[in-house]
């Protein structure tokens, strides 16, 4: 009898390890046995963030582009470095406070939520992963994205850009990792804007804000 539902246990259980592929199993995760400092260093890249008119209506558009060279300058070998695994930018778009005193971070004021109640958007060049998150497109070595915000709905609000990813596509030895910021580098984004209103919002620029764009929808 133990014979018996043995071989029915050996039968049975490959098929529950193949219906059951999203268990993760520890002992198979990439184990970490030396580690490496971090690689390289990013600086600065530029994005441009404007609007047409500097009083914006229901209707109106933010629009953001960014033409990023594929070379990224490197800090720590003072050498250009290519990054053509990928690149996403990050636009925290906020409502925002006239309270010159009170600080942005201090509660949550993200719309991702309900961001369609806020603003349409289009993607005329790039990839839309959510309503914060795009992929750039690599094409004749410079990283591409243009998109823009609809106005759907009036108040003050602040964009706050960011680089999530900035990928090499160079693999690391197996079992080994690096030490710091593998996923960016801690590249930036510097911004270049038109009717920018960050400061008519914030007469005394919160700390972090240096490179966020602000615009009023009256």
């Given at each position: 009898m133990k014979v018996k539902w043995k071989c029915l246990f050996t039968l049975i259980l490959p098929m529950l390890?193949?219906?059951?592929?999203?268990?993760?199993?520890?002992?198979?995760?990439?184990?970490?046995?030396?580690?490496?400092p971090q690689k390289y260093k990013f600086g600065y890249q530029e994005a441009e963030i404007w609007t047409t008119s500097r009083k914006m209506?229901?209707?109106?558009?933010?629009?953001?582009?960014?033409?990023?060279?594929?070379?990224f300058m490197d800090s720590v070998s003072n050498k250009p470095v290519l990054v053509r695994?990928?690149?996403?930018?990050?636009?925290?778009?906020t409502t925002a406070?006239?309270?010159?005193?009170?600080?942005?971070?201090?509660?949550?004021?993200?719309?991702?939520?309900?961001?369609?109640t806020h603003f349409d958007s289009f993607v005329r060049t790039g990839h839309k992963v959510d309503a914060?998150?795009?992929d750039a497109v690599l094409r004749n070595g410079y990283w591409d994205l243009d998109i823009g915000f609809i106005a759907k709905k009036k108040g003050p609000y602040d964009v706050y850009p960011a680089i999530n990813y900035a990928q090499t596509n160079e693999p690391l030895p197996k079992g080994v990792?690096?030490?710091?910021?593998?996923?960016?580098?801690?590249?930036?984004?510097?911004?270049k804007s038109g009717n920018n209103r960050i400061n008519d919002i914030y007469p005394i620029l919160p700390e972090g804000l240096e490179e966020s764009f602000g615009f009023i929808v009256e």
């Open positions: 390890c193949a219906s059951c592929g999203f268990i993760k199993l520890d002992f198979l995760e990439k184990q970490c046995e030396t580690y490496v209506n229901i209707g109106d558009t933010v629009f953001i582009r960014a033409h990023i060279h594929e070379a695994g990928r690149v996403q930018l990050f636009f925290r778009l406070s006239f309270l010159s005193s009170s600080s942005p971070f201090a509660m949550d004021t993200t719309i991702f939520r309900v961001f369609h914060y998150r795009y990792c690096m030490l710091g910021d593998s996923e960016k580098y801690d590249a930036l984004i510097r911004i």
